[in-house]
Protein backbone atom coordinates (compact mmCIF):
# COMPACT_ATOMS: atom_id res chain seq x y z
CA UNK A 1 0.00 0.00 0.00
CA UNK A 2 1.38 3.43 -0.25
CA UNK A 3 1.90 5.87 2.06
CA UNK A 4 3.23 9.33 2.77
CA UNK A 5 5.76 10.09 6.15
CA UNK A 6 6.48 13.64 7.11
CA UNK A 7 8.83 13.10 9.92
CA UNK A 8 8.35 16.75 11.35
CA UNK A 9 5.27 18.48 12.52
CA UNK A 10 6.86 22.06 12.67
CA UNK A 11 10.01 23.78 11.18
CA UNK A 12 11.04 26.68 12.48
CA UNK A 13 13.86 28.79 10.30
CA UNK A 14 14.64 32.71 10.54
CA UNK A 15 13.45 34.50 7.30
CA UNK A 16 16.40 34.51 4.45
CA UNK A 17 17.41 31.39 6.01
CA UNK A 18 17.39 28.18 3.48
CA UNK A 19 14.34 25.71 4.49
CA UNK A 20 13.65 22.18 3.93
CA UNK A 21 10.94 20.31 4.74
CA UNK A 22 11.14 16.64 4.53
CA UNK A 23 8.87 14.19 3.10
CA UNK A 24 9.34 9.87 2.29
CA UNK A 25 7.19 7.87 0.40
CA UNK A 26 6.35 4.17 -0.10
CA UNK A 27 4.74 2.86 -3.07
CA UNK A 28 4.98 -0.68 -4.91
CA UNK A 29 5.40 1.26 -8.76
CA UNK A 30 6.54 4.50 -9.60
CA UNK A 31 5.50 7.46 -7.38
CA UNK A 32 3.67 10.83 -8.86
CA UNK A 33 4.77 13.23 -6.15
CA UNK A 34 3.52 16.40 -5.16
CA UNK A 35 3.49 19.20 -2.93
CA UNK A 36 0.79 21.38 -1.48
CA UNK A 37 0.50 24.22 0.82
CA UNK A 38 -2.84 25.64 2.73
CA UNK A 39 -2.23 29.15 4.38
CA UNK A 40 -4.80 29.90 7.24
CA UNK A 41 -8.47 29.79 6.66
CA UNK A 42 -7.52 28.74 2.93
CA UNK A 43 -7.37 25.11 1.22
CA UNK A 44 -4.64 23.46 -0.54
CA UNK A 45 -2.95 25.18 -3.42
CA UNK A 46 -0.74 22.89 -5.41
CA UNK A 47 3.11 23.50 -5.16
CA UNK A 48 5.04 21.36 -7.73
CA UNK A 49 5.30 17.93 -8.93
CA UNK A 50 7.28 15.21 -9.91
CA UNK A 51 5.77 12.81 -12.68
CA UNK A 52 9.24 11.34 -14.69
CA UNK A 53 12.23 13.62 -16.01
CA UNK A 54 14.48 15.96 -13.93
CA UNK A 55 15.23 14.83 -9.98
CA UNK A 56 15.13 18.71 -9.62
CA UNK A 57 11.30 19.95 -10.20
CA UNK A 58 10.82 23.81 -9.32
CA UNK A 59 7.30 25.15 -9.00
CA UNK A 60 5.73 28.47 -7.27
CA UNK A 61 6.87 31.09 -5.36
CA UNK A 62 10.42 29.80 -5.75
CA UNK A 63 10.09 26.55 -4.30
CA UNK A 64 11.75 23.45 -5.37
CA UNK A 65 11.78 19.62 -4.54
CA UNK A 66 14.54 17.39 -5.47
CA UNK A 67 13.32 13.39 -6.28
CA UNK A 68 15.81 10.70 -4.29
CA UNK A 69 14.47 7.47 -5.53
CA UNK A 70 17.41 5.70 -3.35
CA UNK A 71 16.31 7.10 -0.41
CA UNK A 72 12.55 7.37 -1.94
CA UNK A 73 12.74 10.82 -0.17
CA UNK A 74 11.00 14.33 -2.27
CA UNK A 75 11.83 17.05 0.08
CA UNK A 76 10.82 20.66 -0.46
CA UNK A 77 13.42 23.49 -0.83
CA UNK A 78 13.55 27.27 -1.03
CA UNK A 79 16.91 29.06 -1.00
CA UNK A 80 15.93 31.51 0.63
CA UNK A 81 13.05 31.94 3.17
CA UNK A 82 10.14 34.30 3.80
CA UNK A 83 7.71 35.38 6.33
CA UNK A 84 5.25 34.91 3.85
CA UNK A 85 6.28 31.75 3.36
CA UNK A 86 4.41 30.43 7.03
CA UNK A 87 2.49 27.46 6.37
CA UNK A 88 1.17 24.10 6.67
CA UNK A 89 2.62 21.60 3.80
CA UNK A 90 1.26 18.57 2.68
CA UNK A 91 3.43 16.43 0.62
CA UNK A 92 0.92 13.66 -1.42
CA UNK A 93 1.81 10.54 -3.71
CA UNK A 94 0.33 8.23 -5.95
CA UNK A 95 0.94 4.78 -7.02
CA UNK A 96 0.72 4.39 -10.78
CA UNK A 97 2.15 1.52 -11.02
CA UNK A 98 -0.82 -0.24 -9.30
CA UNK A 99 -2.77 1.43 -11.80
CA UNK A 100 -4.72 3.14 -8.99
CA UNK A 101 -5.77 6.99 -9.30
CA UNK A 102 -6.14 7.69 -5.47
CA UNK A 103 -3.85 10.48 -3.62
CA UNK A 104 -2.40 10.02 -0.33
CA UNK A 105 -1.56 12.94 1.76
CA UNK A 106 0.73 13.01 4.76
CA UNK A 107 -0.38 14.67 7.63
CA UNK A 108 1.51 18.16 6.91
CA UNK A 109 4.59 20.33 8.08
CA UNK A 110 4.01 23.73 9.60
CA UNK A 111 6.73 25.54 8.58
CA UNK A 112 7.52 29.37 10.39
CA UNK A 113 9.27 31.71 9.57
CA UNK A 114 10.44 34.36 12.01
CA UNK A 115 11.71 37.78 11.05
CA UNK B 1 -8.85 28.65 -5.37
CA UNK B 2 -12.43 30.98 -6.46
CA UNK B 3 -13.12 27.98 -8.80
CA UNK B 4 -14.01 25.74 -6.19
CA UNK B 5 -16.75 26.87 -4.16
CA UNK B 6 -18.30 25.06 -0.68
CA UNK B 7 -21.08 26.30 1.02
CA UNK B 8 -21.19 26.69 4.03
CA UNK B 9 -17.68 28.26 5.03
CA UNK B 10 -18.73 27.16 8.98
CA UNK B 11 -21.45 24.83 10.36
CA UNK B 12 -22.19 23.69 14.04
CA UNK B 13 -25.09 21.39 14.27
CA UNK B 14 -26.22 19.22 17.12
CA UNK B 15 -25.44 14.96 17.14
CA UNK B 16 -28.18 13.25 15.10
CA UNK B 17 -29.04 15.58 12.59
CA UNK B 18 -29.03 15.61 8.91
CA UNK B 19 -26.20 18.11 7.19
CA UNK B 20 -25.06 18.54 3.32
CA UNK B 21 -21.95 20.14 2.26
CA UNK B 22 -22.13 21.57 -0.91
CA UNK B 23 -19.29 21.90 -3.46
CA UNK B 24 -19.57 23.67 -7.07
CA UNK B 25 -17.00 24.49 -9.04
CA UNK B 26 -16.36 26.20 -12.65
CA UNK B 27 -13.62 24.92 -13.76
CA UNK B 28 -14.92 22.44 -16.05
CA UNK B 29 -13.41 19.40 -14.34
CA UNK B 30 -14.67 16.33 -14.56
CA UNK B 31 -13.50 14.73 -11.68
CA UNK B 32 -14.27 15.63 -7.64
CA UNK B 33 -13.64 14.28 -4.32
CA UNK B 34 -14.52 15.35 -0.56
CA UNK B 35 -11.81 14.87 1.64
CA UNK B 36 -11.55 15.46 5.57
CA UNK B 37 -8.76 17.04 7.27
CA UNK B 38 -8.01 16.11 11.23
CA UNK B 39 -5.03 17.86 12.32
CA UNK B 40 -1.82 15.22 12.46
CA UNK B 41 -4.10 13.45 10.36
CA UNK B 42 -3.34 15.13 6.81
CA UNK B 43 -6.28 14.59 3.94
CA UNK B 44 -8.04 11.33 4.20
CA UNK B 45 -10.60 10.53 0.98
CA UNK B 46 -14.03 10.10 1.82
CA UNK B 47 -15.89 9.54 -1.54
CA UNK B 48 -14.40 10.67 -5.51
CA UNK B 49 -16.29 10.61 -8.46
CA UNK B 50 -15.01 10.76 -12.33
CA UNK B 51 -18.20 11.86 -13.72
CA UNK B 52 -21.99 12.21 -13.44
CA UNK B 53 -22.80 8.81 -13.05
CA UNK B 54 -19.50 7.20 -11.16
CA UNK B 55 -19.37 7.57 -7.73
CA UNK B 56 -16.48 5.53 -5.33
CA UNK B 57 -16.09 5.21 -1.79
CA UNK B 58 -12.98 6.59 -0.46
CA UNK B 59 -11.05 5.27 2.60
CA UNK B 60 -13.59 6.74 5.19
CA UNK B 61 -16.85 6.70 3.80
CA UNK B 62 -18.63 5.01 6.63
CA UNK B 63 -21.17 7.38 7.74
CA UNK B 64 -21.09 9.68 4.84
CA UNK B 65 -22.79 10.05 1.25
CA UNK B 66 -22.87 11.70 -1.93
CA UNK B 67 -24.46 13.00 -4.35
CA UNK B 68 -23.22 14.32 -8.21
CA UNK B 69 -25.94 16.56 -9.37
CA UNK B 70 -24.20 17.57 -12.61
CA UNK B 71 -20.85 18.10 -13.96
CA UNK B 72 -19.82 21.02 -11.52
CA UNK B 73 -21.83 19.93 -8.28
CA UNK B 74 -21.19 16.94 -5.66
CA UNK B 75 -22.86 17.13 -2.12
CA UNK B 76 -21.83 15.66 0.37
CA UNK B 77 -24.04 14.50 3.53
CA UNK B 78 -23.87 13.35 6.72
CA UNK B 79 -27.11 11.13 8.06
CA UNK B 80 -27.28 11.58 11.29
CA UNK B 81 -23.88 13.68 12.00
CA UNK B 82 -22.25 12.83 15.30
CA UNK B 83 -19.32 14.08 17.47
CA UNK B 84 -16.16 12.30 15.66
CA UNK B 85 -17.24 14.01 12.35
CA UNK B 86 -16.05 17.45 13.81
CA UNK B 87 -13.35 18.32 11.17
CA UNK B 88 -12.10 20.24 8.06
CA UNK B 89 -14.32 19.21 5.17
CA UNK B 90 -12.54 19.87 1.56
CA UNK B 91 -13.81 19.34 -2.08
CA UNK B 92 -10.88 19.30 -4.81
CA UNK B 93 -11.49 18.77 -8.30
CA UNK B 94 -9.08 17.36 -11.16
CA UNK B 95 -9.08 16.82 -14.69
CA UNK B 96 -9.61 13.62 -16.88
CA UNK B 97 -7.07 15.66 -20.15
CA UNK B 98 -4.60 16.01 -17.14
CA UNK B 99 -3.77 11.71 -17.33
CA UNK B 100 -2.94 10.72 -14.50
CA UNK B 101 -0.68 13.33 -12.72
CA UNK B 102 -3.88 14.27 -11.33
CA UNK B 103 -3.21 17.67 -9.71
CA UNK B 104 -6.35 18.75 -7.33
CA UNK B 105 -8.05 22.02 -7.18
CA UNK B 106 -9.10 22.56 -4.13
CA UNK B 107 -11.93 24.47 -1.69
CA UNK B 108 -11.81 26.63 0.59
CA UNK B 109 -12.90 24.30 3.09
CA UNK B 110 -16.00 23.83 5.56
CA UNK B 111 -15.75 23.69 9.08
CA UNK B 112 -18.16 21.16 10.61
CA UNK B 113 -18.76 21.11 14.88
CA UNK B 114 -21.19 18.72 15.80
CA UNK B 115 -21.65 19.03 19.59
Known amino acids: AQSVAQPEDQVNVAEGNPLTVKCTYS??????LFWYVQYPNRGLQFLLK??????LVKGSYGFEAEFNKSQTSFHLKKPSALVSDSALYFC?????????????FGAGTRLFVKA | DADVTQTPRNRITKTGKRIMLECSQTKGHDRMYWYRQDPGLGLRLIYYSFDVKDINKGEISDGYSVSRQAQAKFSLSLESAIPNQTALYFC??????????????FGPGTRLTVL
Open chain 1, 27 to 32: VSGNPY
Open chain 1, 92 to 104: AVRDIGTGGFKTI
Open chain 1, 50 to 55: YITGDN
Open chain 2, 92 to 105: ATSDRTSGNTDTQY
